[in-house]
């Protein structure tokens, strides 16, 4: 069954409402070392922890659309990297002011899945929270290595994500590929504005349910948003990224400077 990569909170529970959530989680992938991706963000719901997603600006979070969904996202944390520990001196949680999603998101088509998160106050620039400031984000070519983060699921069984923050490489596989028969199969269609990652063809490597949101990273630039897939770790269904195209930057940067901070 083909699905947005959300949190396990989603799958036990169902229903309710100001943003909400839905989460991916790691397959094949390690435990990152403690902070050292302090632009990580974690959504969390009346339900509790949710999606990802990425620190952008002081008072802005970049997540995928479809994290607006079910149950409302009542705060951001940051600073974050084992869910269960305290963490207190590290760590800081801020309510949720706006969620404003992308105006051409489409949930059948599963196109432009992204989300500007506004905060109700600044973040504190620390050294476990840092903003991850977009840069003109190349697409990226069929084969080339990228880097996908999140609490998600670590096997496609199990019933609920990973504690602490986890990370795999994936590989990026051609669209005409990812559309193919033996893939996608054209259900649904991978546009020029989605990243197809997962499999080098040989290992396993995947995003799964609790990842949705996070970022995709390329050389260290944040090129992607983890959107959805098929199942987790199937080698012929990669996940699925929404591409951080000049276009997508524009719509972001507009955003965030016409709503008044």
Known sequence: MIGPRLSYVFLLSALSLVCTGNGVEIINGKEV?????????LLVTEKGPSCGGTLIGAKWVLTAAHCYKNFPIKKVMLGVHNIKKAEKDLRQTIKVENCIKHPCYNAEERVNDL???????????SKTVKVLPLSKAADPAAGSTCLVAGWGKTDTNAEKGSDVLMSVNVTVVDRVKCNSEQYYNFSPIITRGQICAGSDGTNVADSCQGDS??????EGNLVGVTSFGFRCGDIKKPGVYTFLSKENQKWIEKTMSEICV
């Open 33 to 41: 070392v403690p902070h050292s991706m302090p632009f990580m963000a």
């Open 115 to 125: 989300m500007l998160i506004k905060l109700k106050e600044s973040v504190k620039m």
């Open 213 to 218: 949101g996070g970022p995709l990273l390329c």
